[in-house]
C-alpha cells in the first residue's frame, strides 16, 4: 500500500494468519495477526481482539462478492491508476446495485 493511493497510511491494520509480510512498516504501520490470546490477557483485551478481527471477517464476503460479481478479479488496466481505476468502478457498481435493490418496486396493477 502506498500513501499515493490510500491517500493516508493507517497506523494499525488487522490481517489474517496468512499474511507473511513484515509486522511493521518503514511508515509505522503495524499490522496484527489473530493469535490465541496469551494467559494474563484480560476478558476486555479479548472482548477488543474479538471485536477487531470480527469487522475483519465481516468485510472479506463483500470482497469475494465483488471478485467474482463485479470483475474484479483480474485488471486490465495498466499501472497504479488502473488499479484504483478498476477498483473504483468495481464499487461504484457495487453501490449501484446495493442503492437499486433498496428502491421501492412499481406495482403493476
Known amino acids: 500500500m502506498t500513501s499515493e493511493t490510500v491517500g493516508k497510511m493507517p497506523k494499525i491494520v488487522f490481517t489474517d ?6 509486522q511493521k512498516d518503514l511508515d509505522e504501520t503495524m499490522h496484527h495477526v489473530p493469535e490465541a490470546p496469551k ?25 469475494s462478492h465483488v471478485k467474482s460479481d463485479f470483475r474484479l478479479a483480474r485488471n486490465f488496466l495498466k499501472g497504479t491508476i ?5 477498483l ?8 449501484l446495485q446495493k442503492w437499486c435493490n433498496n428502491l421501492p418496486q412499481e406495482q403493476a396493477e
Open 17 to 22: 494468519r496468512g499474511y507473511r509480510g513484515a
Open 82 to 86: 488502473g488499479d484504483t481505476i478498476n
Open 39 to 63: 494467559s494474563n490477557a484480560t476478558e476486555l483485551d479479548k472482548e477488543e481482539a474479538r471485536k477487531n478481527f470480527g469487522r475483519r471477517s465481516a468485510i472479506e464476503p463483500v470482497i
Open 88 to 95: 473504483l468502478l468495481s464499487a461504484a457498481a457495487f453501490n
